[in-house]
């Protein structure tokens, strides 16, 4: 008997796990008590079975482990990104928006849902938080569709949806959260994600479309009288070609004295250009623009600066993402500020949720290292590895495993929970199968935003319903009595999107191209070199690409590195990362020797490899993974 | 109270980050002192706010099954994870972190990155957080047994996640609409 416990020792570890959850004490904690309490049993089983590495030392690691998830630079990223939404959330930058978009789409059948997915996404570019978009939505948009005759269905299903999209493009903190745990790097996760976003955005569009044309009474346009920024389309093409034409002038000014910078530096300059004209313009009340250009103008181009401010330069890599999110932050208190929205009371509260918020993420962090460390001595990695990869149909039956228990295991966990206790489990099998890690990320990451939608659990749906009417009121324009927006109604109405999301995982999984592009071009390694020095063995390639980023020198990459024949297949095995491990460089851990990734396996596109890391001999230390 | 405090210190490191990134690329002038300062005051602001995150419940539990209770036997989940979860973690961590502090304390242990910080404050961080949040645990022992024996009133009448959600958005559509 005891045998037996012994030798199953994993199962039942993940088993208790998930008795220990759904007792419903604080996650954090619960995960570290489920952590001790069966390192005391392995301790005390270990005689018993060979596959328990556990001893009382090993505790004596424990303060190491914590320490490097509190140095670790990635992760200040949150909070600067939380901050930063919450500010942006009482900015009124959302409101703005949607009035000013909804007029400019509202004259054509369907504008204005077309205008909230547009918010949708740009609110997206600029925060991570679901329930700023959602709530201002419900706030601006639906009494609107309302009032002109929506299908209540259409109209709550397009505003809970559009509100995800802050989880899926980026800066959003679901793809910090899983970059850190797949040990990759938040840039390469932000690029990654970027065009899975904007298709996802385009179909959101396209169902609006589809719609518009089969049921064209369940969205109709504005009607005239409600369009009170008046016409004046024409104008705002004009002034687009005017800051076109601004832009590309600067551009051929600066080129001589700045070089690749003129690009940018053009662009900056049009862009300022036409928002000075189009304040100047509404204040001296010249007409030279149509009313509706000049909102749109003054409106649109403040988000798209701290879009730049933040996206642009870290794509471009002048900022790292934490640099990007205070600089968010900055912006973002700084656009509160222009509002007149900025006050002592609601920078308080910003700081008041963000530290709260990351008091429990960095414990459930912390937790999970705990849990890890016994988890990975009893080898329990190991065997979720062979069981997933086991798995029929290799790669694509890993994925759509990996999918269906995600978007499962949503209903119970939210987002934090799951990247810090299921997705460092899948590391391992992923690389075992050859999986791009940042490909896998953005697939989990489509699986969870769609967990904030999925009625009866999702967020999005409540924090809709805590802003839709549910008594019928009298409409304050037309003077009718309206009703009431059921609850059924949002679920229901959600529910074509959910079926979006899940086609858009079956997207992701067919068209790795959509996130792999974060690579640059490919590089032809196949008549390119590596010579080595002092390296034992040969055929190093595949071990070396394989086994990059997560676990810093666990013990699997070495053994890649002796003898991975082909140059194009991954280790088996290598680099197996502990739970939270990635990118947490504890000082003892040693020199990140196998860190350095892109060492010519052909579909790594970077050609500026890191060769003088390999080459040191300590490749062959065998630091502790966990 | 140092809860409430420490919030300040994150918006000090999103200063700091946001002036070192802007510096880093007019001056081309960088320190590490001041990378290494944002992680110091981000620790600082999460552990410190650990114990005030326990104090007004709000570290995050799975409430699906848990929201299903009585009152009463959440109480008794409550006190049984406080004393059984809780307690024996947070020991058991202070336990390790004394001679891991004072060793670096005395080793005067400084950052290997040039121009970093010496290390034992942000060490000692670690283990002045898990103090506050033992001295919490006990504090919410004694409370939970006195509202279980009806002494004071529920400080935290349970709200599922959801409903915390939905006032969450109440509270915000009266704040932009005002």
Known sequence: ?626 | MIGRGVMWLIFLAVIISATNAVIRKVFSVSSNAWLEAQWYLFGAAFLGAAAYTLQQNEHVRIDIIYGMWSRRTQHWIDLFGHLVFLMPFVTLMIWYFVPWVTRSVYSGEVSTNSGGLIIWPAKALLLAGFSLLWLQGISEIIKKIAVMRGLIADPHPFISAHEAAEAEGAALKEELTK
């Open chain 1, 1 to 626: 008997m005891i045998e037996f416990i012994a030798l199953n020792l994993a199962p039942i570890i993940f088993v208790s796990l998930v008795v220990f959850l759904l007792l419903g004490y604080p996650v954090a904690f619960s995960l570290a008590a489920n952590g001790l309490m069966f390192f005391v049993i392995g301790v005390w089983l270990a005689p018993y079975s060979d596959a328990i590495n556990l001893s009382w030392p090993l505790l004596n690691t424990m303060p190491n482990r914590l320490w490097g998830v509190l140095s670790n630079e990635t992760l200040l990223a949150i909070p600067f990104f939380t901050f930063m939404g919450i500010i942006l959330e009482r900015s009124g930058m959302a409101e703005d928006l949607l009035d000013t978009i909804g007029q400019l789409f509202g004259p054509i059948r369907g504008g204005l849902a077309y205008a909230v997915i547009i918010v949708g996404a740009l609110l997206a570019a600029t925060t991570g938080v679901v329930a700023a978009s959602v709530i201002a939505m419900g706030l601006i948009s639906l009494p609107i569709m309302l009032r002109y005759g929506y299908d209540r269905r259409i109209a709550s299903g397009v505003i809970a949806a559009s509100g995800t999209l802050a989880q899926i493009i980026p800066p959003s903190l679901v793809l910090i959260v899983l970059a850190d745990q797949l040990g990759r790097s938040v840039g390469d996760m932000y690029a990654g994600a970027l065009i899975p976003g904007l298709v996802l955005t385009g179909i959101y569009m396209g169902y609006v479309l589809v719609m518009s044309i089969i049921r064209p009474n369940s969205m109709p346009a504005l009607p005239l009288e409600a369009r009170t920024l008046g016409s004046g389309v024409t104008s705002l093409f004009v002034a687009l070609a005017a800051c076109a034409a601004i832009s590309y002038g600067a551009h051929v000014w600066l080129y001589p004295s700045q070089g690749a910078n003129a690009d940018i530096l053009g662009l900056t300059v049009g862009v300022a250009v036409i928002y000075l004209a189009a304040v100047l313009d509404k204040r001296l009340k010249t007409g030279l623009m149509s009313r509706l250009a000049q909102e749109v103008i003054i409106v649109l181009i403040p988000p798209l600066a701290l879009i730049f401010l933040v996206l642009g330069t870290i794509f471009l890599g002048i900022a790292t993402p934490t640099e990007g999110g205070a600089m968010g932050a900055v912006g973002a208190m700084a656009l509160a500020a222009l509002k007149g929205r900025l006050n002592l009371g609601v920078v308080t509260q910003a700081l008041h949720s963000t530290t709260k918020l990351s008091a429990f993420v960095m414990f459930i962090l912390l937790g999970a290292r705990v849990f890890s460390l016994t988890f990975y001595g009893v080898n329990g990695h190991l065997w979720v590895e062979h069981l997933l990869t086991s798995l029929p149909g290799g790669e694509i039956g890993f994925l759509i495993v990996v999918s269906l228990l995600v978007f499962l295991l949503a209903f119970f966990l939210d987002f934090f929970e799951l990247a810090f206790i299921i997705v460092p489990l899948l590391v391992a099998p992923a690389e075992a199968l050859g999986i791009d890690l940042v490909w896998l990320g953005i697939i989990l990451a489509v699986n969870m935003q769609t967990s904030f939608m999925h009625p009866p659990f999702g967020f999005s749906l409540f924090f809709l319903r805590s802003v839709a009417p549910r008594q019928s009121y009298v409409d304050k324009v037309t003077g009718l009595t309206t009703a009431p927006v059921t609850t059924g109604q949002i679920y229901w109405g959600a529910v074509p999107f959910v079926v979006i999301q899940m086609v858009m995982v079956g997207v992701v999984i067919a068209f790795p191209q959509l996130v792999m592009h974060y690579k640059g071009a490919p590089v032809d390694t196949s008549n390119v070199t590596i010579t080595l020095p002092q390296m034992p063995g040969g055929g190093l390639g595949g071990g070396i690409g394989g086994g990059l980023g997560g676990g810093l020198g666990a013990p699997g990459g070495i053994g890649g590195l002796g003898g991975a024949p082909a140059p194009a297949t991954p280790a088996p095995g290598a680099a197996a990362p502990g739970i939270g491990s990635p990118n947490l460089g504890t000082p003892n851990l040693g020199t990140p020797s196998l860190g350095t990734p892109n060492l010519g396996a052909p579909s790594l596109g970077t050609p500026t490899p890191g060769a003088p890391a390999i080459g040191q001999p300590n490749l062959g230390a065998p630091a502790p993974a966990n």
